[in-house]
T-cell receptor, first 113, second 116 residues
Framework: GAGVSQSPRYKVTKRGQDVALRCDPISGHVSLYWYRQALGQGPEFLTY????????KSGLPNDRFSAERPEGSISTLTIQRTEQRDSAMYRC???????????FGPGTRLTVT | AQSVTQPDIHITVSEGASLELRCNYS??????LFWYVQSPGQGLQLLLK??????LVQGIKGFEAEFKRSQSSFNLRKPSVHWSDAAEYFC??????????????FGTGTQLKVEL
């Protein structure tokens, strides 16, 4: 079946612009995670949803970052007033409820110029 | 707080040689441990996982890993490396969150190069 999909795959934006990154989880996966991966680093947890409820947003670096999952399926990670330090690969993962195996999407490469 | 250390940033092995990638973790309880592989342009793929029970776990693509509680290690091994194994490998540790889910903490990764 289809895996986790993310769009866009690449995004180049100017500093100060807002961006929205989309994640479409595997059908039937109720848990959804966002991670950020800087060059040469492992992914770092940003936030997590169970169905439409945001259960943990402790990894969001500041209030310019927000995420939503209004219908418990597709999620959007929004970065307002982007800064160069926001440049990274943003990865989404999903899992079954209570599941510990996370399935990752291909990521969105964000470049802020 | 939990943490993961992968001490080797780059490793080069010859095709057909054996491989061991090191992973050490810091966690206050029995951890859930994972190895993921990341190929260029691809997402992270789960190779194997350890939750409990037998400390030697088998994964996909001929990989295995051994959990050693006394050494806080979860090293990844393969008896004979293939050129297609060239990729970046990440070790991760995670608890089970209240209400389910699994917030993962990753190491910095080991880049594997395979010489033909």
């Amino acid at each position: 079946g289809a895996g986790v999909s993310q769009s866009p795959r690449y995004k180049v934006t100017k500093r100060g612009q807002d961006v929205a990154l989309r994640c479409d989880p595997i059908s039937g996966h109720v848990s959804l995670y966002w991670y950020r991966q800087a060059l040469g680093q492992g992914p770092e947890f940003l936030t997590y949803f169970n169905y439409e409820a945001q259960q943990d947003k402790s990894g969001l670096p500041n209030d310019r970052f927000s995420a939503e999952r209004p219908e418990g399926s597709i999620s959007t990670l929004t970065i307002q007033r982007t800064e160069q330090r926001d440049s990274a690969m943003y990865r989404c993962a999903s899992s079954l409820e209570q599941g510990v195996e996370q399935y990752f999407g291909p990521g969105t490469r964000l470049t802020v110029t | 707080a939990q943490s993961v250390t992968q001490p080797d940033i780059h490793i080069t092995v010859s095709e057909g040689a054996s491989l061991e990638l090191r992973c050490n973790y810091s966690y206050g309880a029995t951890p859930y441990l994972f190895w993921y592989v990341q190929s260029p342009g691809q997402g992270l793929q789960l190779l194997l996982k350890y939750f409990s029970g037998d400390t030697l776990v088998q994964g996909i693509k001929g990989f295995e890993a051994e959990f050693k509680r006394s050494q806080s290690s979860f090293n990844l091994r393969k008896p004979s490396v293939h050129w297609s194994d060239a990729a970046e490998y990440f070790c991760a540790v995670g608890p089970i969150l209240t209400g389910g889910g699994n917030k993962l903490t990753f190491g910095t990764g080991t880049q594997l190069k395979v010489e033909l």
